[in-house]
């Protein structure tokens, strides 16, 4: 069952999601070359616990780490470590999810450490404006697969042939932080549930260099790509409000990056 929240409830999950780009932001601050995904991990389990939240991760079906720290061809689910020291030129993706009076944000961002190669830059950037691409559509009285043929016509439009990984995406998300419905990164737009007010999706593109396939390593969590090309993820927390998107973990709400899709929303 979908999940629709009352007009408090989305208030609710707005504090939660600005805890998680708190925490984002605090880790995004510490990436260089040296540091530990392990000492990333605890910077956001401190930001996030001293906001008086709990960290959705930790112990989510034995999972170790509060954020997912996947680097380079790791698309997602990466463990934090002591051991997994970040070097010049990787690209570092983080997920990260909070849980505030029961109620969940979650939220990912890709980023290079150090200058990225022009390569890395294009993927970074397609991969984002692809997910604000799918924001733009979370509009009441659309269907669930717009938001995902909006995702899919993003990236198609790049004359390089980025593979959209399948299997993986978006979410539900309230007072469990995976709900239904899942979302799709592609699709044909008009169907699926239709949107309505109250609604809250996650909505998360992963995107490859190379082609879609992916693998589960032997750890049970960490997915890299078949062919070892390189990954990026970005993620935000949405509501479907009857005045627009509310992009709950954007510190703006969404106003920047719904801007040129011609969307006014509330911050």
Not at 136 to 142: D, F, P, Q, T, Y
Not at 166 to 173: A, E, K, N, S, V
Not at 182 to 197: A, Y
Not at 228 to 242: D, K, M, N
Request: hydrophobic share 40%; proline share 5%; with cysteine.
């Amino acid at each position: 069952m979908i999940q629709i929240k009352t007009a408090h409830e989305i208030e609710l999950m707005r504090a939660a999601g600005l805890v998680v780009a708190g925490a984002l932001a605090a880790v995004r601050a510490e990436v260089r070359p040296g540091v530990t995904t392990g000492e990333l991990d605890a910077i956001a389990e401190d930001h996030i616990r001293t906001a008086g939240a709990v960290p959705s991760f930790l112990g989510y079906h034995g999972f170790t780490g509060c954020i997912c720290a996947s680097i380079n061809d790791e698309v997602v689910h990466g463990i934090p470590a002591a051991s997994r020291v970040l070097a010049e030129g990787d690209n570092l993706s983080v997920d990260c999810g909070a849980i505030l009076q029961g109620w969940h944000g979650d939220s990912a961002l890709t980023l290079t450490v150090g200058e990225p190669s022009a390569e890395d830059a294009a993927l970074l950037a397609v991969t984002e404006r692809s997910m604000w691409a799918g924001l733009a559509k979370a509009l009441v009285g659309g269907r669930l697969t717009d938001i995902s043929h909006a995702v899919e016509q993003s990236v198609r439009a790049e004359a390089h042939p980025y593979g959209i990984v399948d299997h993986y995406g978006g979410h539900g998300i309230g007072t469990e932080m995976h709900q239904d419905p899942h979302v799709l990164n592609h699709g044909r737009p008009g169907r699926g549930p239709k949107l309505v007010p109250g609604m809250a999706l996650a909505i998360e593109p992963m995107i490859t260099v190379g082609g879609p396939d992916t693998v589960e390593l032997e750890d049970g969590w960490t997915v890299v790509t078949e062919d070892g090309s390189r990954a990026a993820h970005f993620e935000h927390t949405v509501a479907i409000t009857p005045e627009g998107p509310w992009v709950l973990t954007a510190e703006d709400g969404g106003v920047a990056g719904l801007a040129p899709f011609g969307i006014t929303v509330r911050s």
